[in-house]
């Protein structure tokens, strides 16, 4: 009888915290980046929790200098970044067509991505 095994697994985990590729200059990316307001869809959604005096473009500019990205990398950036502020995890997501442009949302700690520190 054959040994039959699933494929290997070609693309990143889901809300897994990764390194950029060699050569990333974080502040870079940083700058190229943009934020595009979302409304969810469902009533599930926790409602954004932006930390008093920030926006939601400063959190991504902070997420992807200083906090935990996560691939595939699309375009030279990375389709997740998060920022954590205390017991809030932030996390932005790539959107749309434009390369660079990102969405935001607040996640449940039962969805915090592994690695975060």
Do not use: C
Not at 59 to 81: Q, S, V
């Amino acid at each position: 009888m054959r040994d039959i095994r699933p494929p290997e697994r070609r693309r990143e985990r889901r809300r897994t915290v990764t390194e950029p590729p060699a050569g990333v200059d974080r502040e870079a990316l940083a700058r190229r980046a943009a934020y595009e307001a979302w409304e969810p869809r469902s009533a599930d959604t926790l409602p954004s929790a932006v930390p008093a005096g920030r926006t939601q473009e400063e959190l991504l500019r902070a997420a992807l200098t200083e906090g935990a990205l996560g691939g595939p990398w699309e375009r030279d950036f990375p389709r997740y970044a998060w920022y954590r502020t205390d017991d809030v995890v932030q996390e932005f997501r790539l959107a749309g067509a434009d390369p660079g442009r990102y969405t935001g949302y607040t996640l449940h700690p039962s969805e915090w991505p592994e690695g975060l520190a």
